[in-house]
């Protein structure tokens, strides 16, 4: 199971631009902090703040119907609150995600953005310690916040089998590793494994969906990413996702390992 950690990624706003990190602090029962912290709902979504529950991607702005959105290329700045959105090298926003006069202007630009895509007025949506998570609440895990974790050798073996190149970011998962063979990920399930000083029980593989079709450089369709999967190796499946159950800041590069008590097992 030895690996080490390629790539360190979030997505503060559901569906919109992954943002690299050198390092993550992990709590446990916790998603990455910052990861799908915000969501742009449809008009027709009811999401109580004070009473946040999981709601299927279909209720936001998406990807997998979507794909106008990977034209833009935004970043959030938690210390500050700040958001910005750009396209081309240009800057088409900014604005204080956190403050109401920022949330309402985001809202206003990914509705006009999205006009005749899905139905407006969008607005902007959060609430404290929670996750706009693509994931199901899962029955074998204690929390419904997960780390998600693919094998960058399992996206080679699909690379070679459809004669294509796919970009990792596709997936848009948190943690990309290297180290172990193709698939072997999807032999986890149920066990526990250590990153730097936290340690993550693995609780389900991926499924799939047709998000993945869309190229994240230059937003077309180009590759049937689901239909390649089943045709090629039988499934739909494309990395892992974690519970954390012991904290603490991981770092690029931190291998990857079977926790203590199952090393020699």
Request: with cysteine; hydrophobic share 45%; charged share 20%.
């Amino acid at each position: 199971m030895n690996g080490q950690i390629a790539a360190l990624y979030r997505y503060p706003v559901k569906g919109l631009s992954p943002e690299p990190l050198e390092r993550a602090a992990l709590a446990p029962g916790k998603c990455l902090p910052q990861d799908r912290r915000f969501a742009l709902a449809l008009p027709s979504t009811e999401f109580d703040p004070a009473r946040p529950q999981w709601l299927a991607k279909t209720h936001f702005a998406m990807l997998m119907r979507d794909e106008k959105l990977a034209q833009l290329h935004t970043r959030f700045d938690a210390a500050s609150g700040m958001f910005s959105v750009q396209r081309g090298g240009a800057r088409l926003l900014e604005a204080r995600l956190t403050a109401p006069e920022g949330r309402q202007a985001v809202a206003e630009f990914f509705t006009r953005f999205l006009d005749g895509v899905v139905p407006g007025p969008l607005r902007v949506v959060d609430a404290p310690g929670h996750a706009f998570a693509d994931a199901r609440p899962k029955p074998n895990a204690t929390t419904d916040q997960y780390v998600s974790l693919i094998n960058r050798a399992s996206i080679a073996a699909l690379v070679q089998a459809l004669g294509a190149a796919i970009d990792p970011l596709r997936f848009r998962a948190n943690l990309y590793f290297d180290g172990p063979p193709a698939w072997a990920e999807l032999d986890w399930l149920g066990r526990d494994i250590r990153i730097g000083p936290a340690r993550l029980k693995v609780i389900a593989a991926i499924t799939r969906c047709a998000a993945t079709a869309v190229n994240p450089a230059t937003a077309a369709r180009d590759l049937d990413i689901v239909g390649g999967l089943q045709r090629q190796f039988g499934h739909n499946l494309m990395g892992i996702y974690a519970e954390v159950a012991q904290g603490g800041e991981i770092v690029r590069g931190d291998r990857l390992e079977p926790a203590a008590s199952q090393a020699t097992s």
